[in-house]
């Protein structure tokens, strides 16, 4: 999947609802011989007095440093986005296009490195659905965003007069990324944004920043000095974004709650936001669907794929009575032959929880659970050694008001719910704050569609869960975000509409 966009990508954004992925705190550095990253300002390396240590969760190690970027530091990015706009953004359309694809063929020629780098700092496996995969899909989503055009539409054009719409980019845009998919997601803030004309200063995630900060400076190579820089550090650096008077729009992935301080501190200037916030997705299978091998794989992977880290996974599980124990006994079948184990290791299928706050919450949850009685099937405590490794869990015998199922668990542990009437599932599935995604599973694809239609969600998906493309726009509903992205409709939001009346 590196050198072609070939079908779908089941890959999608955000951070635990603690979101220490978007602004959180990391560590103090505490190893004098780890490489230490710099910032990259207005095309520039630019090292830092502090830095913060980079965990390898496999094992508990420092193994990179970030750099702890000041207040100052973002002025100084912001400063060199903003002298850059005016020529980036008057650069022809056919060398915008050219200069994305450029990208693209960067991220392609470093995947081996970009790939480890992502493995050792969030935990993923480097083979199957990992780290390779990920910035695989980053290079093949860029290339498409390359392609993309807002053309001028016209609204009239006759003896009485012309009226057309155009889209102009907005100025500088800010980015802040969470620690699940760090080279994905910023792809996906970044292409867009340069694609229409826009500047760009990108926040990692303190927990995952050193494969994105290594991919932008790379990425210096195509594009003039100041069009996208990168400024890490803690939690000061993202609210200081949300507040920065020359920031004209922000793109956040992470958590609904900070997805509203953000909202909260853009207030004052009137910034244009992009917000992908929390899932607590809801999978309803229906009596009829066929429980054959294909069936039961994508199930497991729309709930487990990058260890349960994905904002739009099967969080919930409805399952008909009717069939809910034989779902149970093969999905229990198919878990035990999954390997859970450092990402490095070539037999890993899945990695690590990424971070201790997370790895806490998803134990905290999953204790809670049982406690109120809830019925192991597999997992369901820690894997004893130094890394943060949980093991796939699935809970039978759960039920709302269980914080597992009222609440988005984010890690490897499913809820399976039982019910008997489809309305009523439609009902509980629909009875969340949250509304990223959902599905529906049934050999009737009428039927499956008159229901996921229903679902209070941005993106339904029938008999697969999570499947995102780069056509295809996604977003969330309630609070669950505001906007879209992806393809044109994802494009326009990096624009501004000017209607020029002749």
């Known amino acids: 999947m590196g050198r072609t966009l070939s079908g779908v990508f089941s890959v999608v954004g955000g951070a635990r609802p603690d979101d220490p992925g978007a602004m959180g705190a990391a560590f103090e550095k505490t190893v004098d011989m780890t490489q230490a990253y710099p910032l990259i300002i207005d095309g520039k390396t630019v090292p830092t007095d502090k830095h913060l240590d980079v965990i390898n969760p496999a094992d508990g190690r420092v193994f990179a440093l970030c750099p702890a970027g000041t207040s100052a530091d973002l002025d100084r990015a912001v400063e060199a986005a903003r002298r850059a706009f005016p020529g980036w953004a008057a650069t022809p359309d056919a060398d915008r296009k050219a200069a994305v694809n450029r990208l693209a063929d960067i991220i392609e020629a470093n995947i081996g490195e970009l790939a480890e780098l992502i493995t050792r700092e969030q935990g993923k496996p480097m083979a199957g659905l990992g780290s390779q995969w990920e910035v695989g899909g980053a290079a093949a989503w860029t290339r498409f965003t390359a392609a993309l055009d807002l053309p001028v539409e016209i609204i009239q054009d006759d003896d009485k007069g012309r009226v057309a719409l155009y889209r102009k980019p907005i100025g500088v845009v800010a980015s802040i990324t969470p620690w699940n998919f760090p080279v994905m997601i910023a792809i996906w803030h970044i292409m867009p944004a340069l694609r229409a004309g826009n500047t760009v200063v990108l926040k990692p995630s303190p927990y995952t920043p050193i494969a994105t900060l290594r991919m932008v400076e790379l990425l210096q190579e195509a594009l003039p000095p100041g069009v996208l820089n990168a400024v890490a550090g803690s939690d000061e650096i993202g609210r200081a974004i ?177 019910y008997s009437d489809v309305e009523d599932a439609v009902a509980r599935a629909n009875d969340n704050p949250n509304g990223l995604g959902g599905s529906v599973w049934s050999s009737d694809a009428d039927k499956a569609v008159a229901i996921a239609s229903r679902l209070e969600c941005g993106s339904a998906w029938i008999n697969s869960h999570a499947m995102v493309r780069p056509d295809a726009p996604f977003g969330g509903v309630k609070q669950s975000g505001i906007g879209i992205e992806f393809g044109t409709l994802g494009l326009a939001e990096f624009t501004t509409v000017q209607v020029i009346h002749q």
Not at 349 to 370: C, H, I, S
Not at 399 to 415: S, T
Request: hydrophobic letters at 45%.
């Open 242 to 418: 949300s507040a920065h008077p020359g920031i004209d729009k922000i793109v956040f992935t992470g958590s609904t709650r900070t997805g509203k301080h953000v909202m909260a501190s853009a207030a004052d200037s009137l910034k244009r936001l992009t917000l992908e916030l929390g899932g607590n997705d809801a999978a309803i299978v229906l009596p009829d669907v066929a429980l054959d091998d294909a069936t039961i794989e994508k199930i497991f992977w729309g709930a487990f794929i990058n260890n349960g880290q994905t904002c739009a996974a099967i969080k919930r599980l409805y399952v008909h009575d009717s069939i809910y124990d034989e779902l149970c006994d093969k999905l229990l079948a198919y878990a035990s032959a999954v390997k859970t184990g450092d990402g490095m290791a070539a037999d890993s299928q899945l990695g690590t929880v990424q971070n201790k706050m997370q790895f806490e919450r998803v134990k905290m949850l999953v204790d809670a659970a049982k406690a109120s009685g809830a019925r192991v099937l597999c997992g369901g405590a820690p894997i004893e050694g130094d890394g943060l490794f949980y093991p796939v869990t699935l809970l039978a015998d759960v039920k709302e008001g269980m914080a597992i199922v009222d609440e988005e668990q984010f890690g490897p542990a499913l809820p399976i719910i039982r």
